[in-house]
């Protein structure tokens, strides 16, 4: 199990780095951030299975984070570390589904025992999933608004509706105490198989969403409207929920995964626009052979062949530059070529190959072999010249992508060719 850490303090993010046993235990540490801010995107990169997160931490804390990753990504078990005092806080945490915590200091027994934990409930949770769903599938009747509620969001994307439909569809949804008007909306229209099982894990993940995102089913799949309080807000939330759709599919088991965006629209009388290109940009999906899942939006489909190539090379260019930078996020490269973070996580690891987190590691590991093979500076100072404040860390890294530590591999290649 992947598992991600946030902690302000680099201190007790270096205790459980360097103290856990990670390579005799059947987790591996993925990644680490100092505040929930930085951590989002890279934990949307990297998709952990558990996330350790300390509750008091600059620019967003531990509890927001919670609240974020709880409608985004539920399926994230989270374990938050906490002093002595911050009981107020940790019990808010357990009520945005907090699975475990643990009191500072941090002991190498008792955060294997919590991982263990933790880990146990998630197995036992995804062999419970298809009977779960099942059952709610039975459950869910006339009586309690769903089906009302998804036949209303499904009128929105029929070619027959008209302006006065889609505006009665809105009102109807409004008075059912289900509203969905907004500054902005979206599309998604996903396709899947087996389609039941994947409805029931698209109609939960909307459910868990705040309101942002509602789900109809479909023949092939799900639709789905995303709400936005301005254009880039809109494909922000589209994007990012995409994604966590295709994640959670493929837990669930569902292959064949094709989802596409629509245009963003003003008026609830174009909704039916943004599906339909959203319907368009699925249907060419599908007969790509592609490795999946597969997420395409609009934007993508406007542009010529070779623009979206030349925007992530653009990128790589970008980061080419600036990753020895160590605060370079993945928000800085997205804001350097005008995209949102989940567009430029999602468009860069479907035109590359590899994730954001995966390619600044490339980068930066290449540049450190470099050094090692042809220089004497310290693994400190390497560290330091590569974009790791933490040369501990730079240490782990190293190791967990080549197999062996900076020194040895210093000793077997030292002034050796590329």
């Given amino acids: 199990m992947k598992v991600f850490l946030v902690d302000d303090e680099v201190v007790i993010r270096e205790g459980i780095r360097e103290s856990f046993p990670w390579d005799d235990t059947p ?43 709880r409608t985004q990504m539920p399926w994230i078990g989270i374990i938050i570390l906490s002093g002595y005092d911050e009981f107020e806080y940790a019990r808010q945490c357990l009520q945005l589904g907090v699975r475990e915590y643990l009191l500072k200091p941090i002991d190498s027994a008792d955060l294997r025992k919590i991982l263990d934990k933790v880990g146990a409930q998630l197995e036992e949770e995804k062999k419970q999933r298809e009977h779960a769903e099942s059952l709610r599938a039975r459950m869910n009747s006339n009586a309690d608004g769903r089906f009302l509620k998804e036949k209303l969001i499904g009128s929105l994307f029929s070619d027959e509706a008209m302006e006065a439909d889609a505006q009665n569809a809105l009102n109807q949804l409004h008075a059912m105490g289900s509203p969905v008007n907004a500054s902005f909306y979206a599309v998604i229209d996903a396709a899947f198989s087996p389609v039941e099982k994947g409805q029931e894990a698209a109609a939960t993940l909307a459910e868990g969403s705040g309101g942002v995102v509602h789900a109809s089913g479909s023949r092939t799949g799900t639709r789905l409207l995303t709400l936005g309080d301005s254009a880039r807000d809109t494909e922000e939330r589209a994007y990012a929920f995409a994604s966590s759709l295709a994640m959670e ?49 609009v934007r993508e489909m406007g542009d010529s062949a070779g623009e979206m190539p030349s925007v992530i090379s653009d990128a790589k260019v970008y980061m080419s530059q600036h990753f020895c930078d160590p605060n370079l996020m993945l928000q800085d490269v997205a804001k350097a070529v005008n995209m949102s973070n989940s567009r430029f996580s999602t468009v860069f690891s479907q035109q590359s190959g590899q994730t954001f987190t995966e390619y600044l590691i490339y980068l930066r590991l290449n540049r450190a072999k470099e050094l090692l093979r042809t220089t004497d500076m310290k693994s400190s100072q390497i560290a330091h010249e590569t974009g790791y404040n933490d040369a501990h860390y730079f240490s782990y890294i190293f190791k967990k992508n080549t197999g062996i530590t900076p020194s040895e591999y210093r000793q077997q290649n030292q002034n050796q060719p590329e």
Avoid at 37 to 52: F, G, Q, S
Avoid at 260 to 277: H, M, N, Q, R, Y
Wanted: a negative charge; charged letters at 30%; glycine letters at 8%.
């Fill in 27 to 69: 987790y591996t540490l993925v990644g680490e951030a100092p505040d929930g801010e930085m951590a989002l995107p890279m934990i949307r990169d990297t998709n952990p299975d558990i996330v350790i997160t300390d509750i008091k931490m600059p620019f967003m804390d531990g509890i927001e984070l919670c609240r974020v990753l």
């Fill in 249 to 297: 599919l493929e837990r669930t088991g569902c292959s064949k995964i094709r989802t596409g965006i629509g245009d963003i629209v003003e008026k609830p009388a174009d909704i039916l626009k943004s599906f339909k290109t959203a319907r368009h940009i699925r249907h060419i999906l599908e007969e790509r052979p592609d490795k999946e899942p597969l997420i395409l939006g």
